[in-house]
Structure formats: structure tokens, C-alpha cells
């Protein structure tokens, strides 16, 4: 039996552009997924509504080739046939795929650059929370990079060399950083100074099926 939402969870997603494509071939489709909408439908009935679902109401071929969280904006990718799907998945599979993010996390970071390896696994009395687990956790790799200085928060550039879930947002919240406006890992004013997950898959580079180069970007939103 699927375990029902919570009383105390409301799931409104947007609807205003209902799918917004930046591009279309006869192999992939390129989208802006916006905040708030999840990737792929929740277990539970009430959270049906998703990217996937809308983009195969008018692309019944296309499938999910990779995922971001809901509250993560930005960049995804479906591919519209088995070969191409298989032949882009294989790319994030193997690292090859490169991907940059944005993000506003708390407080002044120390220094301009750094690197970050700390294994990844699932919170399981937490879920969907993520956590470090140094024996049993799986690697996650994130390089970052100081793009402005605000009086309370430090906008940065996030470069994941791995894929886990929640990564990004664990790996700052390790850092001492978390996320403006993440609902899982930030607390007090952290929490509650942005009204959405300050993170956004800005760019996204990898080998068409076709053999050509590609590499989009969507313009952070905040």
C-alpha cells in the first residue's frame, strides 16, 4: 500500500507555462522545468501531476533520461526514442555529461573555490532526506566556485562530478552553507529567506546522438 501525503502537505504545482521546451529534434527534447514540479509522478494518487506526465501528453515516445528534485529548477533533457535515450543516458552514466548549477546558500562562504567528497546515502528515518555516511555511502564529488557576496548569503556555482540525490544541497548544508529556501536541510532564517529552493541547473553540455556537440543554458531565474 502506498503511504498517503501528509496533512500538512499541499502540492500546487505550476501551471503557467504548463511545459516550457528550448528545444526540439526528431531525437531529444530540451526543457525548463520550473520550481515546484516534480519529475516524475510521487507514489501516492495525489501526486500525479509531473514533468514526465505533461510532456507525454503530447510526446507519448519521450522518456525521463535524468532527474532533478522538485523544487530544483532548470535544464532536463527526455529523449524521444530508444536509441537516443540510451545513447545520452550512457553519457551521465559515465560522467561525461557535464553539468553547472546555481545556487544562493547561507552565510559567506570562506575562500573562491573548493572541492567536496563526501559519500552520499539515504536518511531512512528521514526520508526523503539524504545524509553522509562515511562506511555506507555511496560517492558524491561536487566542485563549487564563489560567483557574488551578499550581506547574509554567497551566490555559487555548483559543479557535480557525481549524481546522487540531494547532493548538491547535502553537500553544502556539510559545508556550513545550506540552501536559501531548502525545505529539507535549512532551518530558521535560512529556511525562510527565499520563498522557493534557491537552486538552478543553469547549463548542460553532451554529445547529441547524432555526433554533434551540445550545450544549453537556461538563465537563473533568482
Not at 514540479?37 to 533520461?65: E, M, N
Not at 552565510?107 to 546515502?121: L, T
Not at 548538491?168 to 529556501?181: D, E, K, N, T, Y
Not at 543553469?202 to 543554458?217: A, I, M, R, T, W
Amino acid at each position: 500500500m502506498n503511504n498517503p501525503v501528509p496533512d500538512s502537505f499541499v502540492y500546487n504545482p505550476p501551471m503557467d507555462p504548463y511545459i516550457r521546451i528550448i528545444h526540439q529534434d526528431d531525437d531529444l527534447l530540451v526543457l525548463d522545468k520550473p520550481s515546484g514540479l516534480l519529475h516524475v509522478a510521487g507514489k501516492d494518487p495525489a501526486l500525479w501531476d509531473c514533468l514526465d506526465y505533461r510532456v507525454r501528453q503530447t510526446f507519448p515516445t519521450a522518456s525521463v533520461i535524468h532527474r532533478l528534485d522538485k523544487d530544483t529548477s532548470g535544464i532536463v533533457v527526455f529523449g524521444l526514442n530508444k536509441k537516443a535515450h540510451a545513447f545520452v543516458a550512457m553519457q551521465f552514466e559515465k560522467r561525461t555529461s557535464k553539468k553547472s548549477y546555481v545556487a544562493r546558500v547561507w552565510g559567506q562562504m570562506e575562500g573562491d573555490s573548493g572541492h567536496v567528497d563526501m559519500p552520499i546515502a539515504t536518511d531512512w528515518e528521514r526520508r526523503p532526506r539524504q545524509r553522509v555516511d562515511w562506511e555506507n555511502g555511496r560517492v558524491a564529488q561536487t566542485d563549487w566556485e564563489v560567483m557574488a557576496r551578499e550581506e547574509n548569503a554567497t551566490r555559487v556555482r555548483l559543479r557535480p562530478r557525481t549524481g546522487r540525490t540531494h547532493q548538491l544541497r547535502v553537500h553544502m548544508m556539510m559545508l556550513g552553507h545550506v540552501i536559501l529556501g531548502d525545505e529539507f536541510y535549512a532551518e530558521g532564517p535560512a529556511r525562510i529567506a527565499a520563498d522557493r529552493l534557491q537552486l538552478h541547473a543553469e547549463e548542460l553540455s553532451f554529445k547529441h546522438p547524432q555526433g554533434h556537440d551540445c550545450h544549453f543554458v537556461i538563465p537563473c531565474p533568482f
